[in-house]
């Protein structure tokens, strides 16, 4: 008898200890109705499926499992399914058993950029990382993508209470509207203050701002992003310095509270906590309980960022209880993984980039002015043309994307290659957070089997192409004339050699 019991009680420690995110909010009594992950199983006891990825060279599709209960995604499954093509993120599964999974956003009262209107998928390896040193893949928002719900079951309406945190990159974001995560609009369009409950995270400062230059942890409720308990600013919420974040929001009826914290280190801090903005609409709230990730309630997708990790619970949760999933978060040591691949291109070193298209094995990137082109060039070319085909390796101007690399023109020092509208250009540093995203790009391994394809950093569905000898950061799943998937593989792919010039 003694020693069942105490069998028993080590069975019940180790549950303990192995209790995810959503068992923790179930023991504190606000159990999780949406859980959202890419990265890892969010209850000790799933097996099921976590994501689901696309292959853009068949169409064919391939659910992502944890390696064990409850452990971390079998990215290994889809290195190998998507090798040597592209791969998009089409569903974030549910893991709480409610059904409520993300999918490919429909047109709102902003339409989408894609086709019909919908908005863009995630490429499915833009946010490696590594959990406890297993490699995962997180969901990089680009402008333009978006994931949503719109007929859910079990989440929050009205003024009831709920809460939600996610596990974001502290160094993707931007001031476009808005990388939110949470509950908003069943219609996809605005329909008044109030109708939406969503975390917030990046610098737009047209409603609330916090400490410092942002980014910061807000709340969306609808016309309205607040930082604290009315519009405008408030000091307490602190801008976020830390690589991984962790970001709560959570409300029940006139209380609502924003809390943040170093997702792989530390406590979280509360920034705000009190009663609902004395606005009209806000106080009772009408949350309608649809689900977004990575655009507004409209649909408004013009906001960039990183979700590897996300749920929603029924009831407003503890201090404590998310405190717990706090320390979970952090003995799930998320860390940095390389953004790059395939044969090294080293920094300092100066490089000539040959095309490995049938067509046009004798063309280089160059450039004509601004304009990024092929050109043919040899040893026996004229030196102004074997310069213009002559970049200089540096480290990428964007330090969110470390480990990357941006191309500094040979012939105009100071101008770097960067996208714009998708399009190529050499252009000068003008120092701008957008500008040197634009010009950093990852090189991986070929795509068909040769050397390099470039990947844009801030668009990691998108590599440096040729097309009718014009240089474009192309998607063979995109709708422009040079995203088209004949030869996308080979038109994407490069020979690096030591520069001409
Ligand atoms: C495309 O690349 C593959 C692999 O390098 C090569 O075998 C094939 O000939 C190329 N096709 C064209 C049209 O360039």
């Given at each position: ?216 942890i ?22 976020i310095?830390s690589?991984f974040v962790t970001a709560v ?10 809390r943040g914290g170093n997702a792989a280190s530390g406590a979280l801090s ?53 405190n717990?999933?706090q320390?979970?978060v952090v ?171």
């Amino acid at each position: 008898m003694f020693q069942f019991s105490s069998l028993l009680a080590l069975c019940l420690l180790a549950r303990l200890v192995a209790a995810g995110p959503c068992d923790i909010y179930a023991s504190g009594g606000t159990p999780c109705v949406a859980a959202h992950s890419t990265t890892r199983a969010l209850f000790s006891a799933f097996t099921g499926s976590l994501y689901q990825v696309k292959r853009g060279s068949d169409g064919a599709t391939l659910n992502i499992a944890p390696l064990s209960a409850g452990g971390v995604a079998n990215a290994a499954s889809q290195d190998s399914f998507c090798a040597g093509t592209s791969c998009l993120i089409t569903t974030i599964f549910d893991q709480s058993g409610r059904g409520n999974h993300l999918t490919q956003a429909p047109p709102g009262g902003f339409n989408g950029p894609a086709a019909g209107g919908f908005d863009n998928l995630a490429a499915a390896n833009g946010a490696p990382v590594t959990l406890n040193g297993q490699k995962a893949y997180g969901v990089f928002i680009s402008p333009g993508t978006g994931y949503r719900n719109d007929a859910t079951n079990g989440i929050a309406t009205g003024d009831a209470a709920q809460g939600m945190y996610a596990v974001l990159d502290g160094t993707h974001f931007n001031n476009g509207c808005c990388f939110d995560y949470g509950n908003a609009e069943v219609s996809a369009h605005d329909t008044g203050n109030g109708h939406m409950e969503a975390i917030y995270f990046g610098t737009e400062t047209t409603w609330g701002t916090g400490a410092g230059r942002g980014p910061w942890i807000m709340a969306d409720l609808e016309n309205g992003l607040f930082s604290g308990g009315t519009a405008g600013n408030n000091p307490a919420d602190l801008t976020i310095t830390s690589r991984f974040v962790t970001a709560v929001v959570k409300g029940e009826p006139n209380q609502w509270s924003i809390r943040g914290g170093n997702a792989a280190s530390g406590a979280l801090s509360t920034f705000y906590s009190g009663v609902r903005p004395n606005v009209a609409g806000y106080n009772p709230m009408h949350k309608e309980g649809a689900i977004i990730l990575g655009i507004g309630g409209d649909n408004s997708n013009g906001a960039q960022g990183t979700f590897y990790e996300g749920v929603m619970t029924s009831g407003y949760p503890s201090d404590a209880t998310e405190n717990s999933v706090q320390a979970n978060v952090v003995a799930a040591k998320y860390a940095t993984t390389s953004l790059v691949s395939g044969p090294a291109v080293s920094v300092s070193s100066a490089v000539s980039f040959r095309a490995t298209t049938a067509c046009c094995t004798t063309r280089f990137i160059a450039h004509t002015g601004d304009t990024v082109n092929t050109q043919v060039v040899s040893s026996t070319s004229a030196s102004a043309l074997k310069l213009s085909a002559s970049w200089t390796v540096v480290a990428a101007l964007s330090s969110a994307a470390a480990g990357c690399v941006s191309f500094e023109s040979r012939d105009t020092p100071g101008s770097f290659i960067r996208h714009f509208d998708f399009e190529l250009m050499v252009n000068a540093n003008d120092g701008t957070q957008q500008f040197a995203e634009d010009a950093s790009f990852c090189p991986q391994s070929g795509i068909n089997g040769q050397g390099n394809s470039i990947r844009a950093w801030g668009y990691p569905t998108r590599y440096f192409r040729h097309f009718n000898n014009d240089l474009y950061v192309a998607d063979n799943s995109g709708v422009n004339t040079f995203d088209a998937a004949s030869l996308w593989n080979n038109d994407t792919t490069w020979v690096l050699s030591a520069a001409f010039a």
